[in-house]
């Protein structure tokens, strides 16, 4: 298969406008004749779904919560970057590209990342227009903060409610279009299966998750922005609802699904209480800002009071070992910093499963100089929601941290104009691979989602329209629509009659283990390759003694849960599978067989490429293909913190 | 499981009794009696919840249904009438915030769905909101087209303004105002929205006919008038004030009064 990127020549800086004067456009006359899918309305899908409907398209929109203001892109919280240079620090589109290159340590598509630095300051400017609250310096313009990964202060941020504010923006506008009649919104809608009709994506079958209803759609076109698949290992920081599955079986239709094993640890989690946790709480990178992270010196001190670990006793392990950025080493290199103190017995916290897995970030140091009442402006929310879990304080002692999974770098394969290999399949948001190649930098996957939704998706999906032209649109009673309602509808009964006496969230349990421990922050060839027949064992068990109360035809929660965890079950050995042959270290993948002096070793001569992988059928194994990355400007370096 | 450490809040286990309520769409509904053991102090109450209906489908019986998703208090997903407060018995969090350790031992909790004539129930817990969704699609927004914004920083916006904005803006749409009045009265949420919205000078151009169209949009959805009770601001998780509603009321008074004069005066050219 040849993964054409579809990137413009001439020089980086150029080749997004050189590309877009090429695009064709769709005459504003006929817009409405054009039947446009999105599926999601997180910030990538709300962005694209109102801009379409700006443009003048026949937008249906689908999310399975109750309202498309719920997407989880409402749980951001530290904020978004933009090349603004407002606070006159050396920032420029070009420092933004490169520091977002090196920090997914290039295994990005330069050409990608460079029109999103480049897009980045028209997005501020969008959300301030829709009115977007973001923080602002007693002048009255706009405030920025340093994050994670950079050393100038390019984030805009609203409190610790960044994304919940951008994403009511996005709201604003696609109730805008809803109201105008030119965007349908179906929440309580899952999709459950694309449709191809004559090789392009023509339509999707979702189910009512109301009524049971499960029915088929056509279109002209699919965009799907369905988000991340971080919940493949149960406990994340994603919601409950967030799942693969409508990636999933866009892959099985044929879509490739790229670097799936490029997930993100944040170092910055509340740790885990006990078995009956359902997710983990996130509190933002930007406390890292104010806090110093440690762990005792000595094992023998992990069960004590850290007040009495004398100041001598204590290690400050990322500023001992990474003296430049200290406590803002980027995400990866801070979480296996962490994990390792861990290992070596030093964690901090109550024992959960015989082992102290916490670090200390600790705030004293900063209310010492600044004053309880400067830290509390700048995180008490983040200081009360981690009061309200845990039942402490952490202006009096060191809130207790540990990594969790956070954000999937890997998705659909998708090229410069966010089409992915199936024509008419567009793919934006978390959803998709293109940007932050191994590993993400904080406060970029806001812009990446509004990007793409705002500024990428309107041109290039018109451009597809524009190509297929009028007589594009099946009829849903083709018979490739009805073959697929079949298939989905086996499915779906398949899981309602079997008669076990397993519920889905023990195997979702099992799964997230099995991918916690092999596939999550050091990854082995003996792991990986064990994991791989767990996950299929686990699959077996899972078809014979699954069981799903209800009838479908209502509300069915365990229905919903059990479809999801299915597609997990056979994504899971997926991300496996391309662990397992991605024989290097880089960015969140590490593999402990590839480093030096405990840190990544890439291996740019066999791995500076994208792995994309097609479905090959129920028995046969995945075929795995390649796109080369080409760096025309940046330099591949070893990505150094230190 | 957890060993307790002496530093850290100590954790415990509760025997509870639940009454939950169920019902299908459409049908009348009553309240189903479980007791559940073994639930830790430092579970959240939607993790007790989970419990329960893990029990439920390991004896074949169907689950209670009910919204959640982000379970850390922003989505606004989750809604349950807990001993007849809506989001429980903790003032400023959701449900899905609520830990166990505000429980005691051999308890019994009554678990509800929202109550409230715009709000039917769907199933069990689960309630439909749309009516939320129509205000803000009748004007809840600014008119900006992706493309047509003017550079940010053109437009200083004081940080008091800003801040007060940013207060109203955190509203995440849960219902909980609307369940808690008698009234069934969405007040706080529209005030919110146009408290947010009006302040801002980029809202200014919009002001009247947004907040019109709003209180006309709650109007129609069924949601009951405001008598000033209160409970809305008592039970708002966000910290939502009843100053959103002074702020709704006197926008509204201004645009009525405007469009009084302007109908009765020049004839107006375009319509809007
Ligand atoms: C706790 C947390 C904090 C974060 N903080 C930051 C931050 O500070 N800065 C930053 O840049 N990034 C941050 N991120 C990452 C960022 O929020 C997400 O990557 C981004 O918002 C994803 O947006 P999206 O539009 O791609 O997907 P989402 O917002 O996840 O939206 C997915 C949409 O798809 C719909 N959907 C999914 N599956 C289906 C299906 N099968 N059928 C129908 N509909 C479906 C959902 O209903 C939803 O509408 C954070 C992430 C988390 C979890
Ligand atoms: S005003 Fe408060 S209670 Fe009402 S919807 Fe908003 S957050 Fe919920
Ligand atoms: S589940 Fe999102 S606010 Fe409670």
Same mark, same amino acid.
């Given at each position: 298969m040849n993964l054409d990127s579809k990137i413009a020549s001439g020089p980086l800086s150029t080749k997004w406008d050189a590309h877009k004067a090429k695009l064709r456009l769709v005459n504003p006359a006929n817009r409405r004749k054009y039947h446009i899918i999105v599926v999601g309305s997180g910030l990538a899908g709300a962005a694209a779904a109102s801009s379409l409907g700006e443009q003048g398209y026949d937008v249906s929109c689908f999310c399975y919560q109750d309202s498309p203001r719920r997407a989880h892109s409402i749980a951001a919280q530290g904020g978004i970057n933009a090349a603004k240079n407002y606070q006159n620090d050396g920032d420029s589109v070009r420092r933004l590209f490169q520091d977002t290159i090196k920090g997914g340590d290039y295994r990005a598509r330069e050409a990608n990342v460079y029109r999103l630095a480049q897009l980045s300051t028209a997005i501020i400017d969008q959300c301030v227009a829709q009115g977007v609250p973001f923080a602002r310096e007693y002048g009255g313009l706009l405030a920025n903060r340093s994050f994670g990964g950079a050393q100038v202060s390019r984030t805009f941020y609203a409190r610790g409610q960044t994304g919940q504010q951008l994403l009511l923006g996005a709201y604003s506008s696609l109730s805008r279009q809803i109201g105008a009649g030119t965007v349908k919104m179906y929440p309580r809608h899952e999709m459950l299966d694309l449709v191809l009709v004559g090789g392009h994506a023509k339509g999707i079958v979702t189910r009512n998750l109301v009524t049971g209803e499960v029915r088929t759609w056509s279109a002209d076109c699919v965009v799907l922005c369905t988000g991340g698949y971080g919940n493949v290992?149960?406990?994340?920081?994603?919601?409950?609802?967030?799942? /693969?599955?409508?990636?999933?079986?866009?892959?099985?239709?044929?879509?490739?699904?790229?670097? !799936?094993?490029?997930?993100?640890?944040?170092?910055?989690?509340?740790?885990?209480?006990?078995?009956?946790?359902?997710?983990?709480?996130?509190?933002?990178?930007?406390?890292?800002?104010?806090?110093?992270v440690w762990v005792p010196k000595n094992t023998a001190d992990s069960g004590k009071d850290p007040a009495q670990v004398a100041e001598t006793d204590r290690d400050y392990f990322l500023e001992r070992k990474y003296p430049s950025y200290g406590n803002l080493a980027p995400r990866d290199i801070a979480s296996r910093a962490a994990k390792e103190a861990c290992d070596e017995g030093r964690g901090v916290g109550p024992e959960v499963g015989g082992r102290r897995l916490g670090v200390y970030l600790d705030f004293s140091a900063s209310i010492q100089r600044l004053g309880e009442s400067v830290v509390r402006e700048r995180y008490g929310n983040l200081f009360d929601m981690y009061e309200n879990i845990t039942g402490e304080n952490a202006y009096r002692r060191p809130m207790r941290i540990y990594p969790a999974v956070h954000y999937t770098m890997g998705g659909l394969w998708v090229d410069y104009n966010l089409q992915s290999n199936i024509p008419g399949l567009f793919v934006g948001g978390e959803a998709n691979f293109s940007d932050h190649g191994a590993n993400r930098l904080g406060a970029s996957a806001l812009m990446q989602g509004l990007a793409d939704g705002y500024f990428v998706l309107p041109y290039t999906v018109a451009d597809y329209l524009a190509g297929v032209g009028l007589s594009g649109r099946p009829s849903v009673e083709g018979v490739e629509y009805r073959d697929v309602l079949a298939q989905v509808n086996d499915r779906v009964n398949r899981l309602l009659k079997n008669q076990g006496k397993q519920t889905a969230r023990s195997y979702h349990k099992q799964l997230g283990k099995i991918i916690w421990d092999e596939c999550g922050m050091a990854r082995t060839r003996a792991g990986l390759t064990k994991a791989i027949s767990d996950i299929r064992g686990l699959r077996e068990d899972f078809w014979k003694n699954i069981s799903v109360p209800g009838t479908g035809l209502d509300v069915t929660p365990e229905l919903e849960r059990a479809g999801r965890v299915a597609d997990f079950l056979e994504f899971g050995e997926l991300m496996c599978r391309d662990a397992l042959i991605r024989e290097e270290s880089c960015g969140g993948h590490f593999r402990t067989e590839y480093q030096v002096d405990g840190e990544a070793k890439r291996d740019d001569a066999r791995f500076a490429h994208v792995a994309a992988w097609q479905w090959a059928g129920e028995t046969a194994e995945p075929i795995r293909h390649e796109e080369a990355l080409v760096y025309e400007e940046a330099q591949l370096s070893t990505r150094s913190y230190k | 499981m957890v060993k307790d450490n002496h530093s850290h809040s100590a954790e415990h286990v509760l025997n509870l009794r639940l009454r939950v309520w169920r019902q299908r769409r459409g049908q009348?509904?009553?309240?189903?009696?479980?007791?559940?053991?073994?639930?830790?102090?430092s579970a959240s109450f939607l993790e007790m919840?989970? +419990?329960?209906?893990?029990?439920?489908?390991?004896?074949?019986?169907?689950?209670?249904?009910?919204?959640?998703?982000?379970?850390?208090?922003?989505?606004?997903? $989750?809604? +349950?009438?807990?001993?007849?407060? !809506?989001?429980?018995?903790? !003032?400023?969090?959701?449900?899905?915030?609520?830990?166990?350790?505000?429980?005691?031992?051999?308890?019994?909790?009554? /678990?509800?769905p929202w109550r409230a004539r715009a709000f039917p129930v769907l199933r069990d817990l689960m309630v439909d909101r749309s009516g939320f969704d129509k205000v803000i699609q009748s004007g809840g927004f600014i008119s900006i087209r992706a493309g047509s914004a003017?550079?940010?920083?053109?437009?200083? /916006?004081?940080?008091? /303004?800003?801040?007060?904005? +940013?207060?109203?803006?955190?509203?995440?749409? $849960?219902?909980?105002c609307v369940a808690s009045c008698k009234n069934g009265s969405a007040m706080l949420f529209v005030g919110a929205k146009v408290t947010h919205l009006n302040l801002l000078p980029q809202g200014q151009p919009e002001r009247d006919r947004r907040v019109l169209a709003m209180v006309r949009t709650m109007d129609d959805a069924g949601f009951g008038n405001c008598t000033n009770q209160g409970e809305c601001q008592a039970h708002c998780p966000k910290g939502i004030t009843l100053d959103v509603i002074s702020h709704l009321n006197r926008d509204y008074l201004g645009a009525r009064v405007k469009a009084f004069f302007s109908s009765t005066g020049k004839v107006r050219r375009g319509g809007d």
């Open positions: 290992f149960y406990l994340s920081t994603n919601a409950q609802g967030c799942n /693969v599955s409508a990636t999933y079986r866009s892959y099985r239709r044929g879509a490739l699904f790229a670097n !799936p094993c490029y997930t993100q640890i944040h170092p910055t989690c509340i740790p885990v209480h006990g078995d009956d946790q359902s997710k983990l709480t996130l509190m933002s990178e930007s406390l890292r800002n104010d806090g110093r | 009348p509904g009553a309240f189903e009696e479980h007791a559940l053991q073994g639930v830790s102090t919840m989970d +419990m329960l209906n893990e029990k439920l489908v390991r004896d074949g019986k169907e689950p209670f249904a009910f919204d959640h998703d982000c379970r850390e208090g922003i989505c606004g997903m $989750c809604s +349950m009438t807990i001993n007849g407060m !809506p989001h429980g018995p903790l !003032p400023g969090v959701t449900t899905c915030q609520l830990h166990m350790r505000n429980f005691r031992d051999g308890e019994t909790i009554t /678990v509800e003017p550079e940010a920083n053109a437009t200083p /916006v004081p940080k008091d /303004v800003s801040d007060a904005a +940013m207060d109203a803006a955190e509203c995440i749409g $849960c219902g909980a």
